[in-house]
């Protein structure tokens, strides 16, 4: 019984050799130019058509490749024909250009439909990166692409592999992204449900399964030519060398775990920070977090192996994604021996917390400040506001202005969103073991004002949910900066847990889990002159309202480009010039 995949050898392989002679003719260039048209089309991401976002006709959109140091400079033209758009570099921190950071309402004003905006920035930090939309729901629409960046010449990275892969993880729901934003939008509200599939690299596979004579369910054994936009992209080795797979997870629900069958994975990056090198049978990966682990081909030749990417955190309804680590000369149709592996029970945590308390900064890296300036503790609940469904931080949910908050700050617009500052902790009788006692919240728009260089302390305090014995995990995307993560803790944080913080060599992240009726620590250096999103990175989270928005130096910001602010208040102003 073979998978019947033998032309993926020759597809994927010609693929990396294109893709490579265009990265080493472009290499010699600092400025790397794309020109990108996002529409929708018809596309069949796990064997079932459907309708996705794209990019100049491909999904996931084209990967860009750079190295340290280099500028990007992306035309983006919307050919959505009905809806604005924008790209979010996730994990590049707009040093300078907090105009480019792509995020609607905030950074800038959505590009409307037959317009094109120039994203131009500088990729300071080499790292396993990706990019998304960040309007609305489309990312959960398809519209994402990974974005890889080298080290600069002459630097070398402080491991050593023979190969590399790109493996970026989505999942995927056959109702389309209106209705499920209708939906979350809704009184009562009415749930997205769990994704019909997982993908990896966009494709998967629904109703039927690469690995379907190894399991006793009722799902059929895929019979695939290779050459179908939901076959797998296989991953062809050479037997006895070390590899890089470079893994980003750009799920809109789903926590993953990723296991390689028979194979250790040597953790040596994490959100383009280098971390020290530890040994793992499989790992999780929340949405918005990227890795780079070493895999050693030193198992037998003459098989292949499975690849599996499995839910965790929330009662699986979705089968694992599959793909095959393909030994030469072993034909890439053979399946294997034995079957996938199997993804830890869903809510063990205990697992979970493992993996993440294993996660160290590299001898070098920068260390935090031992004191801060100022403390954010963030409450994370479920709320309601007259009967709709809402997720808040301390008992406001967030709503975005028209007009982005980089321009009407440096404006000086006080009309433009709540002056009054959100809360900056909650009560101290809060029960967070609970459901709340009074479970409405309400709306607001304002904005936790950082002093420049100034060290900020933030707590993610985790909550039970409106529904008794009910907490999430919440993986929390700050953009702008990296963080350092001090430490994780279970129930209320008290100040007698300060002295749990790593100060030694916590890691540097971007993105950071707080584990159910939990907490997490983070520490950071508000630095980067903007005004920018930090929010959980589950897509129907945020658009419940779960993030704040941060701003900092906005009165040092250059000149910022005309198209970011051509909306709202600010857009008013440059159509009457008399008030600028």
Same mark, same amino acid.
């Given at each position: 019984?073979?998978l019947?995949l033998?032309?993926v050898?020759v597809v994927v392989t010609c693929?990396?050799?294109?893709?490579?002679s265009?990265?080493?003719?472009?290499y010699?260039s600092?400025t790397?130019?794309f020109?990108w048209?996002v529409?929708?089309m018809?596309?069949?991401?796990?064997c079932?058509?459907s309708i996705v976002m794209?990019?100049?006709?491909?999904?996931?959109g084209?990967?860009i490749?750079?190295?340290?140091?280099?500028t990007i400079?992306?035309?983006?033209?919307?050919?959505?024909y009905?809806?604005?758009v924008?790209i979010?570099?996730h994990?590049?921190?707009?040093?300078g250009?907090?105009?480019?950071?792509?995020?609607?309402s905030?950074?800038?004003?959505?590009v409307?439909p037959?317009?094109?905006?120039?994203?131009?920035f500088?990729?300071?930090?080499?790292g396993t990166?990706?990019y998304?939309?960040?309007?609305?729901?489309?990312r959960?629409a398809?519209?994402?692409g990974?974005?890889?960046?080298?080290?600069?010449?002459?630097?070398?990275?402080p491991?050593h592999y @023979?190969?590399?892969f +790109?493996?970026?993880? &989505?999942?995927?729901?056959?109702r389309?992204?209106? /209705?499920?934003e209708?939906? $979350?939008?809704?009184?009562?509200l009415?749930?997205i449900g769990?994704?019909q599939?997982?993908?990896i690299?966009?494709r998967g596979?629904?109703?039927?399964?690469?690995?379907?004579?190894f399991?006793?369910g009722s799902?059929?054994q895929?019979?695939l030519?290779?050459?179908?936009q939901?076959?797998?992209?296989?991953?062809?080795?050479?037997?006895?060398?070390?590899y890089?797979?470079?893994i980003?997870?750009?799920?809109?629900?789903?926590?993953?775990?990723?296991?390689?069958?028979?194979?250790k994975?040597v953790?040596?990056e994490?959100?383009?920070?280098?971390v020290?090198?530890?040994?793992?049978?499989?790992?999780?990966i929340y949405?918005?977090e990227?890795?780079s682990v070493?895999?050693?081909?030193?198992? @037998?030749p003459?098989? +292949?192996?499975?690849? &599996?990417?499995?839910?965790?955190?929330?009662?699986? /309804?979705t089968?694992?994604a $599959?793909?095959?680590?393909?030994y030469h000369p072993t034909?890439?149709?053979?399946?294997?021996?034995s079957?996938?592996?199997?993804?830890?029970?869903w809510d063990?945590?205990?697992?979970?917390?493992s993996?993440?308390?294993?996660?160290?900064?590299?001898?070098?890296?920068p260390?935090?400040p031992?004191?801060f300036?100022r403390?954010?503790?963030l409450?994370?609940?479920q709320n309601?506001?007259?009967?709709?469904?809402?997720?808040?931080?301390?008992?406001?949910?967030?709503?975005?202005p028209?007009?982005?908050y980089?321009g009407?700050?440096k404006h000086?617009?006080?009309?433009a969103?709540d002056?009054?500052g959100?809360p900056?902790?909650?009560?101290?009788?809060?029960?967070?073991?609970?459901?709340?006692v009074?479970?409405?919240?309400?709306?607001?728009?304002?904005?936790y004002?950082?002093?420049?260089n100034?060290?900020?302390?933030?707590? $993610?305090?985790n909550?039970?949910a409106i529904?008794p014995?009910?907490s999430?995990i919440h993986?929390?995307?700050?953009?702008?900066?990296?963080?350092w993560?001090?430490?994780?803790?279970?129930g209320?944080?008290?100040?007698?847990?300060?002295?749990?913080?790593?100060?030694?060599?916590?890691?540097?992240r971007?993105?950071?889990?707080?584990?159910?009726y939990?907490?997490?620590a983070?520490?950071?250096?508000?630095?980067?002159?903007?005004?920018?999103?930090?929010?959980?990175h589950?897509?129907?989270?945020?658009h419940?309202?779960?993030?704040?928005?941060?701003?900092?130096?906005?009165?040092?910001?250059?000149n910022?480009?005309?198209q970011a602010?051509?909306?709202?208040?600010?857009?008013?102003r440059?159509?009457?010039?008399?008030q600028?």
């Amino acid at each position: 019984m073979g998978l019947g995949l033998r032309h993926v050898a020759v597809v994927v392989t010609c693929w990396m050799v294109m893709l490579c002679s265009v990265f080493e003719i472009s290499y010699g260039s600092k400025t790397r130019h794309f020109k990108w048209e996002v529409e929708y089309m018809f596309w069949s991401p796990d064997c079932k058509e459907s309708i996705v976002m794209g990019i100049n006709g491909q999904f996931p959109g084209p990967t860009i490749r750079a190295r340290a140091g280099d500028t990007i400079a992306v035309e983006l033209t919307n050919k959505l024909y009905t809806e604005g758009v924008v790209i979010h570099w996730h994990g590049i921190r707009q040093l300078g250009t907090p105009w480019a950071d792509g995020t609607a309402s905030i950074s800038q004003c959505p590009v409307n439909p037959g317009e094109t905006y120039l994203y131009r920035f500088k990729v300071d930090k080499a790292g396993t990166y990706f990019y998304h939309g960040h309007l609305g729901m489309q990312r959960s629409a398809g519209l994402y692409g990974s974005l890889i960046v080298d080290v600069a010449d002459g630097e070398k990275e402080p491991f050593h592999y @023979d190969g590399e892969f +790109n493996l970026l993880l &989505s999942d995927w729901w056959h109702r389309s992204v209106h /209705e499920q934003e209708v939906g $979350l939008s809704s009184r009562p509200l009415r749930w997205i449900g769990e994704p019909q599939t997982l993908l990896i690299n966009g494709r998967g596979q629904f109703n039927c399964s690469l690995a379907a004579h190894f399991s006793n369910g009722s799902a059929e054994q895929c019979k695939l030519r290779g050459n179908e936009q939901c076959a797998p992209q296989i991953l062809h080795v050479q037997p006895n060398k070390t590899y890089r797979l470079r893994i980003a997870s750009t799920t809109a629900l789903a926590s993953l775990n990723l296991a390689v069958k028979n194979h250790k994975m040597v953790v040596v990056e994490a959100d383009g920070n280098y971390v020290q090198p530890f040994e793992v049978d499989d790992m999780d990966i929340y949405s918005g977090e990227s890795y780079s682990v070493l895999l050693t081909t030193n198992q @037998d030749p003459s098989h +292949n192996y499975w690849i &599996s990417a499995g839910v965790r955190g929330r009662k699986p /309804e979705t089968p694992p994604a $599959l793909t095959l680590l393909n030994y030469h000369p072993t034909s890439a149709s053979k399946i294997p021996l034995s079957p996938p592996p199997i993804t830890p029970r869903w809510d063990d945590y205990d697992h979970s917390k493992s993996f993440s308390n294993k996660i160290f900064a590299l001898m070098g890296s920068p260390k935090p400040p031992t004191n801060f300036h100022r403390r954010l503790t963030l409450l994370n609940t479920q709320n309601t506001i007259n009967g709709f469904t809402k997720w808040a931080i301390n008992n406001v949910s967030l709503t975005l202005p028209p007009t982005p908050y980089l321009g009407s700050i440096k404006h000086g617009l006080k009309d433009a969103f709540d002056q009054n500052g959100p809360p900056e902790n909650f009560s101290n009788e809060y029960d967070v073991m609970k459901p709340p006692v009074n479970a409405n919240t309400t709306l607001g728009s304002g904005v936790y004002m950082l002093g420049l260089n100034t060290t900020v302390d933030v707590i $993610l305090q985790n909550a039970n949910a409106i529904k008794p014995n009910v907490s999430e995990i919440h993986p929390w995307h700050l953009h702008g900066h990296d963080f350092w993560v001090l430490g994780y803790g279970e129930g209320k944080f008290t100040k007698e847990d300060e002295k749990k913080f790593n100060l030694k060599n916590p890691p540097l992240r971007n993105t950071a889990v707080i584990f159910p009726y939990g907490w997490t620590a983070l520490r950071f250096v508000a630095d980067n002159p903007g005004a920018w999103a930090f929010h959980c990175h589950i897509e129907p989270h945020l658009h419940m309202g779960m993030g704040v928005v941060l701003a900092l130096g906005v009165e040092t910001v250059g000149n910022i480009p005309n198209q970011a602010l051509a909306c709202g208040l600010t857009g008013k102003r440059f159509m009457n010039p008399k008030q600028n």
